[in-house]
């Protein structure tokens, strides 16, 4: 009898065979992402107690299982630079109690030495202000020297600017802005004398507090701004840098004297050049100079 034949059956393949290598490898990627995370934000103290106790485990118990802050332990140098680059971080390294060495930096010292260099260096540009401004003080002086001596022009000083004030009665005739013929002498005078320094010029007009009420001017602040104006106009034209200039119209609310009787208020009609130190913006604010630092014994206003 003949044996048999058996049939073999035609295998399959399997579709499904690519899952099993694509899960091991999302599985691995996973796992990596974990793991790259994990060690991207270590937190050191917390690192430590996990290592002491692990070391508990197999080795004992640690000399200390206290979770320790190493962002507050100071940091010796690591340099093995034999001189010690790094002053700042080698003298923590250094058994408490011991001497600094002689070459290393101490912050106090260090603090007083700016400090002292710091109010020698204000001394000495006071100093360097006050000669200069004194310098300015003397050149107008000399060039105005007749119209101090009469009253009409003060020039004091202080440890900021000089003012030179020059009474508008020489200057302006009454509720008028244009320069009078009196007023021009003088004045060249005293351009001729600023136009060589380098120190800015601040032209105030003031007036007493009688009011105006014009077509040119309605009130006293048009009046005393239109004046210093004017007066700018002829510095100009006499070689003073327009770039130094600057206006300020200031009405009747600078006065110098009361504005109740007559000499308080042709003392307070006046126009006033404030020349302050180089540096000093001739646009600063409005200041008051104390009559105890006049220039001479004749150059109050209060005549």
């Not at 034949?5 to 599985?27: C, F, M, Q, S």
């Not at 204000?122 to 310098?135: C, P, T």
Request: hydrophobic share 40%.
């Amino acid at each position: 009898m003949a044996r048999r034949r058996r049939k073999k059956h035609a295998e399959h393949e399997n579709h499904e065979a690519w899952a099993i290598p694509y899960g091991d490898l999302v599985t691995l990627l996973l796992a990596f992402f974990v793991v790259m995370y994990a060690i991207s934000s270590v937190n050191e103290s917390k690192y430590r107690v996990v290592s002491d106790s692990i070391s508990a485990a197999f080795r004992g118990t640690p000399a200390n299982t206290q979770a320790i802050d190493l962002r507050a332990a100071p940091k010796t140098n690591q340099s093995t630079d034999p001189e010690g680059a790094n002053p700042a971080t080698s003298s923590l390294a250094l058994p408490l109690g011991s001497a600094q060495p002689t070459g290393l930096r101490q912050p106090g010292r260090d603090t007083d030495s700016v400090n002292g260099d710091l109010d020698a260096a204000r001394l000495a540009l006071a100093r360097a202000r006050e000669a200069e401004l004194k310098r300015v003080a003397e050149a107008v002086s000399d060039s105005m020297r007749d119209l101090i001596n009469t009253g009409i022009v003060a020039v004091k000083r202080n440890d900021q600017y000089v003012e030179v004030a020059i009474r508008t009665d020489i200057l302006f005739a009454s509720g008028s802005a244009e320069l009078s013929g009196r007023a021009i002498p003088p004045l060249d005078a005293l351009a001729a004398t600023l136009a060589p320094l380098p120190n800015p010029v601040r032209v105030e007009g003031h007036t007493d507090d009688q009011p105006i009420k014009t077509i040119a001017f309605p009130s006293n602040w048009e009046l005393s701004a239109a004046r210093a104006a004017s007066v700018v106009r002829l510095l100009r034209a006499n070689g003073v840098d327009p770039s130094r200039l600057a206006v300020m119209g200031l009405a009747e609310f600078r006065p110098l004297e009361a504005n109740t009787t007559t000499e308080g208020r042709n003392a307070n009609r006046r126009v006033a050049f404030v020349i302050p130190a180089v540096g000093i913006a001739a646009d600063s604010e409005p200041r008051t100079i104390q009559p105890d630092v006049a220039m001479t014994e004749k150059s109050s206003l209060d005549r």
